[in-house]
């Protein structure tokens, strides 16, 4: 497998992204509507990450996209708070340390961006991907934060940086 390169969301990579993340949500059955399924931004992604504020991070193998993840100022969030946003990996790039790297590389853009908390939205079904935020520290909410628009989602979550 080739090595992993990490860089930030270019023009032409909305469409590979974009596909890999509903393959994901296929692939774990969360493919529904009040997700990032039917958000109509995943098509459009390096154009969401042109806001203020926000940084999206590209993992390639090789020219092989393999994951991404993302900082996003949501609406509604309190203040010098970002949402960890659109991260999803393909599975043959899980459980070797990618995930985490994409994970770390938005935890540096959101202090660059005077970020200094993380909320995130997932599945029970993301278990592994759960997992992993526990690790880095995320704590349980018991109820959504901020206009994300995805009430599909059903656990909430919430770091200091």
Known sequence: MPDITYRKIEA??????AELIRMVFREFGIDRPGTVYTDPTTDHLFEL?????SAYWIACAGAEIAGGCGVYPTPGLPGQC???????????FRGQGTGRRLMELCFESALELSFRQLYLETFPELGKA?????????RYLPGPLGNSGHFACNIWMLKNL
């Open 130 to 138: 759960v997992g992993m935020y526990e690790k880095a520290g995320f």
């Open 12 to 17: 032409g990579d909305n469409r590979a992204i």
């Open 82 to 92: 970002a949402e960890l946003v659109k991260f999803y990996l393909a599975a043959p």
């Open 49 to 53: 990450f042109t806001h203020p504020g």
